[in-house]
């Protein structure tokens, strides 16, 4: 049954490499007219290509894997929550840009990004506030938790699933700088304990995107 369950997520994830590939491939002539910011080219049709590829996999295997079922366990939680994830957020926010000032460190790349006319922005806003939250916490904090929790159980493999896809969601985003790449990991283990606590994928995504919009106003 878990060799089974395996080689699902393994053709699962191929289709959905495969999709996001092509997609990016044919969005990004399009999005390089439309948009007039190079920074933003990369994030956000990566994004877009990804969602796309998400939601096809999701639909492919809406049957084999109980899609639908699960959906509704990620979605409904305690609302409780939601107000402790976003407090966690918050102060691990103000402790990086404490951290970042003393340092003298600003965040380039973020000013780069968070330019443009009315249409550029929209689309920025609509990836860092809505597709990368909903992408990276259903591939970090769902597909990489579940399957790291499938092989084996117990607290230690817990902790290092945790660990490994909290150390590869950082790794994804290393135009920030050290000291966000550190914050971003450890803002990853807090979105991991609180998807854990709550049994809901919700919590981590509305955290996710909670902390995006503090990144992008601190410019």
Same mark, same amino acid.
């Given at each position: 049954?878990? !060799?089974?369950? @395996?080689?699902?997520?393994? $053709?699962?994830?191929l289709v959905?490499?495969?999709? !996001?590939?092509?997609?990016?491939?044919l969005?990004?002539?399009?999005?390089?007219?439309?948009?007039?910011?190079?920074t933003?080219?990369?994030?956000?049709?990566?994004?877009?290509?990804?969602?796309? !590829?998400?939601?096809?996999?999701?639909?492919?295997?809406?049957? #084999?894997?109980?899609?639908? &079922?699960?959906l509704?366990?990620?979605?409904? *939680?305690?609302? #409780?929550?939601?107000?402790i &994830? /976003?407090?966690?957020? /918050?102060? /691990?926010?103000?402790?990086?840009?404490?951290?970042?000032?003393?340092?003298?460190?600003?965040?380039?790349?973020?000013?780069? +990004?968070? #330019?443009?006319?009315?249409i550029?922005?929209?689309?920025?806003?609509?990836?860092?506030?809505v597709?990368?939250?909903?992408?990276?916490?259903?591939?970090?904090r769902g597909? !990489? +938790?579940?399957?790291?929790n499938?092989?084996?159980?117990?607290?230690? =493999?817990?902790?290092?699933?945790?660990?490994?896809? *909290?150390?590869?969601?950082?790794?994804?985003?290393?135009?920030? $700088?050290?000291?966000?790449? %550190?914050?971003?990991?450890?803002?990853?283990?807090?979105?991991a304990?609180? #998807? %854990?606590?709550?049994? =809901?994928?919700?919590?981590?995504?509305?955290a996710h &995107?909670f902390?995006s919009?503090? $990144?992008? @106003?601190?410019?």
């Amino acid at each position: 049954m878990m !060799a089974k369950k @395996l080689l699902t997520f393994v $053709g699962l994830s191929l289709v959905f490499f495969i999709v !996001a590939v092509v997609t990016a491939v044919l969005l990004m002539p399009q999005l390089k007219n439309l948009l007039n910011n190079d920074t933003a080219i990369s994030p956000v049709v990566s994004h877009i290509s990804t969602f796309v !590829a998400l939601v096809l996999t999701l639909l492919i295997s809406w049957r #084999r894997l109980n899609v639908k &079922s699960q959906l509704k366990s990620y979605i409904s *939680c305690d609302f #409780r929550y939601y107000g402790i &994830s /976003l407090v966690g957020v /918050l102060i /691990l926010f103000i402790l990086v840009t404490l951290v970042n000032k003393l340092l003298g460190i600003g965040n380039p790349w973020v000013a780069d +990004l968070m #330019r443009g006319n009315q249409i550029t922005l929209a689309f920025i806003y609509f990836t860092i506030l809505v597709l990368a939250p909903l992408n990276e916490e259903i591939i970090f904090r769902g597909f !990489a +938790l579940n399957i790291g929790n499938a092989i084996s159980g117990g607290w230690i =493999s817990v902790w290092l699933t945790i660990v490994i896809s *909290c150390g590869g969601f950082a790794l994804l985003h290393t135009q920030y $700088g050290y000291t966000t790449v %550190i914050y971003l990991f450890v803002l990853a283990v807090w979105f991991a304990i609180v #998807r %854990i606590k709550s049994q =809901s994928l919700s919590v981590p995504i509305v955290a996710h &995107s909670f902390a995006s919009l503090l $990144g992008s @106003l601190n410019i």
